[in-house]
């Protein structure tokens, strides 16, 4: 007997069931059961594209099935080459416990890793000083460069030509799009590297001793180290003077703004983004347009670009 009763025909319908316990209650408690791990309550965790959710000292992740014009299978794999990849790199990850797929009414893939107590990144850095900030900023920088680099192909995907990586620049104006294809195809950003690629406030975990995780490693994928940076710059730090201080120390205000205008302009988020933290398409037509309101924004921040000491 099916423990699942939902009906899933594309997208929408799983967008709309993917957070509901009730929903996926009777499969998690089958999954644990076959895994041999412990039955508890089932609890939720923030929204996320595939359904997640708390039990016990455990996370699980059942991934979008196919009927929802996904790659489960394929994404459960990458998922895991990442978070191995990351921890071989010598970045905290949280322990894979079990994977597998549930054949129910629909083909369920599945990863379940160890819970990671603690806070959220961006809980924790606002009740820091500024000083303690530029030391945040500073380990998170030792971590993404020991993740970010040279990998072995694990994602078939071209973070900047890829028809599907361009649908977050829609609605923006065509002077603009043909301006960022053309600066795209003319630049050369450096080799491309191991990235997380989501690492946002939620996906950084800051345990009670301090302690640094990296979470949820979906979005992993082989891009310049560009692309990694920039999102840390702008997502995770909310372009935060201190923590960009303590992250990248001796940049100047101009160096600063290049990188992460050419980090927008190549990552899969980067048009959301901009609408995010940049004043969004309207009177954006050139990439040049785009690098004033970065700039802009480094300076109303009170970024300095000056090396401050780490100890």
């Not at 949280?94 to 629909?106: F, H, N, R, T, V």
């Amino acid at each position: 007997m099916n423990q699942f009763r939902k009906v899933i025909r594309n997208w929408e319908d799983w967008e709309a069931t993917a957070g509901e316990i009730s929903a996926f209650s009777g499969v998690v408690e089958k999954i644990f059961h076959n895994e041999g791990l412990p039955a508890a309550d089932i609890r939720e965790l923030p929204p996320s594209t595939n359904a997640v959710f708390r039990v016990g000292d455990y996370v699980i992740k059942i991934y979008a099935p196919r009927q929802a014009q996904m790659e489960p299978e394929e994404e459960q794999r990458i998922e895991r080459f990442a978070m191995w990849r990351a921890g071989e790199a010598g970045v905290p990850v949280s322990e894979i416990a079990a994977w597998g797929c549930l054949k129910d009414q629909y083909d369920f893939y599945y990863l379940i890793s160890r819970y990671m107590e603690g806070q959220p990144f961006g809980e924790v850095v606002r009740r820091m000083g500024t000083a303690e900030k530029r030391r945040m900023g500073a380990r998170l920088r030792d971590l993404t460069d020991r993740m970010n680099t040279p990998c072995a192909p694990f994602r078939q995907v071209d973070v900047l030509t890829d028809p599907d990586r361009q649908v977050r620049w829609q609605g923006y104006q065509e002077n603009f799009r043909g301006d960022r294809k053309n600066y795209l195809e003319g630049r050369c950003f450096g080799e491309q590297v191991f990235v997380h690629g989501d690492l946002n406030g939620g996906n950084v975990l800051v345990d009670k001793e301090g302690g640094i995780w990296f979470l949820d490693f979906a979005e992993a994928v082989p891009a310049s180290a560009l692309y990694e940076q920039m999102y840390v710059a702008v997502e995770l730090f909310q372009m935060d003077a201190a923590l960009l201080e303590g992250y990248f120390p001796g940049y100047s205000r101009e160096a600063l703004a290049e990188l992460i205008t050419d980090g927008l302009l190549m990552h899969d988020f980067g048009g959301d983004l901009v609408r995010r933290y940049f004043g969004g398409p309207d009177g954006l037509y050139t990439v040049k347009d785009l690098a004033g309101r970065v700039r802009g924004r480094l300076e109303a921040g009170g970024y300095s670009g000056e090396i401050f000491g780490r100890s």
